[in-house]
């Protein structure tokens, strides 16, 4: 099924700011339990009109070159649109940013008594950039408006979505996938367990 344009601007917006984030004036308030395991540093707060998008890093991490990218979003997608509709509808357009991607099957999830829709994308390698990407998302609609939660880390280009090859030694290689494993499961849990409406 073809979205109408509107919804596909809206999604194109959250693909190209690469992920992005927010807190809520007018609609619902969200919140984001960060893994504690980071300490984060909010690198943007931005809003116009009834939208707005924050974003998370770990500290030490370059805001143009982060590890791991977390951010929540509110963005104007109109009535009538569910969930696993609207993360479709990003999973369709990842292509304009990815060289290639995989998705895993958008599932219905619940946050409170909201339905909401929870997926991952992998991209071997962004257009517009020399890295690839897992993404984790949680979309929540409700009264014309998408809240999104993102949760992408940052690989090494991929030959092969999801088959990750670090590039250093086997000793380096070893830790860095540890460490990338544990970023995985952290940042699944992230969209599933640790967003709350308050």
Known sequence: M?????????????LLLGSSAAWAQDGL??????????????????TSGLAYSKEWIPE??????????VSQQKVAIG????????????????GDVCNSATHAEVERHRIGELRAAVGRTQCGQRVDGN??????????????????ITSELRTPPMLVDGII???????DSAAARR????????????????????
């Open 60 to 69: 030490g991490d370059d805001a143009d070159e982060p590890s791991w990218l």
């Open 29 to 46: 308030a969200l919140s984001i339990a960060l893994p504690e395991n980071e300490t984060w540093s909010q690198i943007s707060d931005r």
């Open 179 to 198: 460490q990338f494993v544990e970023r995985e499961e952290r940042s699944r849990e992230l969209v599933r367990d640790r967003v709350t409406v308050e």
């Open 165 to 171: 090859s670090f590039g250093r030694s086997d000793e």
């Open 2 to 14: 073809s979205l109408p344009l509107r919804l596909r601007t809206a999604a194109a917006g959250l």
């Open 79 to 94: 009535r009538n649109v569910e969930a696993e509709e609207f993360l479709q509808t990003i999973y369709d357009m990842a």
């Open 131 to 148: 890295y690839g990407t897992f993404t984790d998302r949680l979309v929540i609609v409700d009264g014309g408006f998408a809240y999104v």
